[in-house]
Nanobody, 130 residues
């Protein structure tokens, strides 16, 4: 069974940085699309950033573009999200998710679609204060 475990969340002042990690097990990690999602209280789950199996293709939500960087280390079965210039509106529970690699020209259109991801971590809380 696929298992995903997030870590690295915490509290930070606006303008600060955090690095989230997601450890994967039970999968051939290099064969999966990986994505970070987040969900704030009372709001729908939102796709944040996605990365292709080899790490060569990334896609970001407009709200985090230029501030967040997604990366993966397939040798270590790890996914990362470097978050810089954090804003209070970034406060949310952050989840990592995995799906079988999507071989289609619509990869970008589906990259942040929560419904396309089968495996999910338990989430890690990120709180940004002003």
């Amino acid at each position: 069974q696929v298992q995903l475990v997030e870590s690295g969340g915490g509290s930070v002042q606006a303008g600060g940085s955090l690095r989230l990690s997601c450890a994967a097990s039970g999968v051939t990690f290099s064969s999966y699309d990986m994505t970070w999602f987040r969900q704030a209280p009372g709001k729908e789950r939102e796709g944040v950033a996605a990365v292709s199996p080899g790490g060569g293709i990334t896609y970001y939500a407009d709200s985090v573009k230029g501030r967040f960087t997604i990366s993966r280390d397939n040798a270590k079965n790890m996914l990362y999200l470097q978050m810089n210039s954090l804003k209070p509106e970034d406060t949310a529970i952050y989840y990592c998710a995995a799906r079988d690699v999507w071989y289609d020209v619509s990869w970008y259109a589906r990259a942040l679609d929560a419904g396309s991801y089968k495996y999910w971590g338990q989430g890690t809380q990120v709180t940004v204060s002003s």
